[in-house]
């Protein structure tokens, strides 16, 4: 089992920052792959941005790039191998919603840009993070 707990969300006006943080633990010594969806009110659940086990690639919904950057923490320590951060800046009152943190299967397909998306590629959600961003 996988446990995934976020923080940093918050209230916060249009054009401001805020720096998302999730930890994943139950897979002490190995990478995963990690990402970002996002609900808001009323609409379906959509992916945000994602980044591979090893860092090498970064994946970002159209919506999003040149505003948000994903990185994960290099520390050698095992007990932070999958540690993510979700940096979010010029925050748009439509980038309102629940953040949650994903682990992809380590046993599934590479991420790519044509999958990324799919929810299906993620075996284990965290509860989620409140983001609302004021007019």
């Known amino acids: 089992q996988v446990q995934l707990v976020e923080s940093g969300g918050g209230l916060v006006q249009a054009g401001g920052s805020l720096r998302l943080s999730c930890a994943a633990s139950?897979?002490?010594?190995?990478?995963?792959?990690m990402g970002w969806f996002r609900q808001a009110p009323g609409k379906e659940r959509e992916f945000v941005t994602a980044i591979t086990w090893n860092g090498d690639n970064s994946f970002y919904a159209d919506s999003v790039k040149g505003r948000f950057a994903i990185s994960r923490d290099n520390a050698k320590n095992n007990n932070a191998l999958n540690t993510v951060f979700l940096q979010m800046n010029s925050l748009k009152p439509e980038d309102t919603g629940v953040y949650s943190c994903?682990?992809?299967?380590?046993?599934?397909?590479?991420?790519?840009?044509?999958?990324?998306?799919?929810?299906?590629?993620?075996?284990?959600w965290g509860q989620g993070t409140q983001v609302t961003v004021s007019s």
């Open positions: 139950g897979r002490a010594g190995v990478r995963l792959s």
């Open positions: 994903a682990v992809a299967s380590p046993y599934g397909p590479a991420l790519t840009d044509r999958n990324v998306g799919s929810s299906a590629l993620y075996d284990y």
